[in-house]
């Protein structure tokens, strides 16, 4: 009986862990133990069942050290480069989950939210969460690499981030969070770098995010926006585009209509 055959499963993941990988296809399980499928299935089905390892994708497993059994997966952060990765797809962590690696959100996001290509089906593992939000244009987005137990993790910047809030409002729980992850968010964006951003966004984006700016006092943030909507805003828009903004405040200096109160969370 040769070598492979001789292995169990657990050594696999264990000589894996060790090794600090903590990924793995159905496919790496069977070749490394040269086994059928069907007794591959078997004993992933028996290590998934014993915490041992968890599925937050078809065909993809990681391994759930003890420190996160509690979990019943590994953290979002641990594991969504590797699925990428392994699928050649970009992608990064955006919205409220950029803005708690900045310091900028009140509280922890009840989802982690990444932005990737195309739409697809959200991820529950364990008790762990993870929200896809779809925009075609994800690899022209900037992003930082930040580190974690397990690799790097791709962040949106955060004048990338400010922008994405503005345009997945409905994914951000709503204006009033919005406007306090920008108080907060504020002191680590380059103005220019912003404004170089938002030439190629939508003006009406740029306009609700200038007013929401100068709302939590972050004027020198967005001055250099007034030159953009300057050019090119020709018409006034809502704050809050689900809204109707008939018989609402003007804001002269954003064109917009001010049809929503806005409160931040000191």
């Excluded at 078997?42 to 014993?50: E, P």
């Excluded at 009840?110 to 959200?122: L, N, T, Y």
């Excluded at 969070?177 to 404004?195: K, Q, S």
Aim: charged content about 25%.
């Amino acid at each position: 009986m040769s070598e492979n055959k001789q292995r169990r499963p657990k050594d696999f993941i264990d000589d894996r862990a060790a090794r600090g990988r903590y990924h793995f296809d159905a496919s790496d399980m069977r070749q490394s133990l040269g086994v059928s499928a069907a007794s591959t299935n078997n004993a992933l089905s028996r290590l998934a069942h014993q915490g041992l390892i968890a599925s937050p994708a078809k065909g993809f497993y990681v391994i759930v050290p003890p420190e996160y059994r509690s979990l019943g997966c590994l953290p979002a952060e641990q594991f969504i480069p590797a699925l990428f990765d392994r699928k050649a797809e970009p992608y990064y962590a955006g919205l409220l989950t950029a803005a708690q690696y900045y310091g900028a959100a009140h509280q922890r996001p009840q989802a982690f939210q990444v932005v990737v290509g195309k739409s697809r089906k959200d991820i529950k593992c364990g008790s762990v969460k993870v929200t896809f939000i779809a925009n075609k244009s994800v690899d022209t987005v900037p992003t930082r690499l930040f580190n974690t137990p397990r690799g790097t993790l791709k962040v949106s910047t955060p004048e990338a981030t400010l922008l994405d809030l503005i345009e997945y409002s409905g994914r951000a729980g709503g204006l009033d969070m919005i406007a306090t992850v920008i108080a907060g968010l504020a002191e680590e964006v380059e103005p220019d770098e912003l404004a170089r951003l938002s030439w190629a966004a939508p003006i009406s984006r740029v306009q609700r995010l200038g007013h929401l700016l100068d709302h939590v006092d972050q004027f020198d943030v967005s001055q250099p926006l007034l030159v953009i909507v300057a050019e090119k805003a020709r018409d006034y828009t809502p704050l809050a585009p689900s809204r109707s903004h008939e018989s609402s405040a003007k804001d002269d200096r954003w064109k917009i209509y001010v049809n929503a109160s806005v409160e931040i969370d000191e």
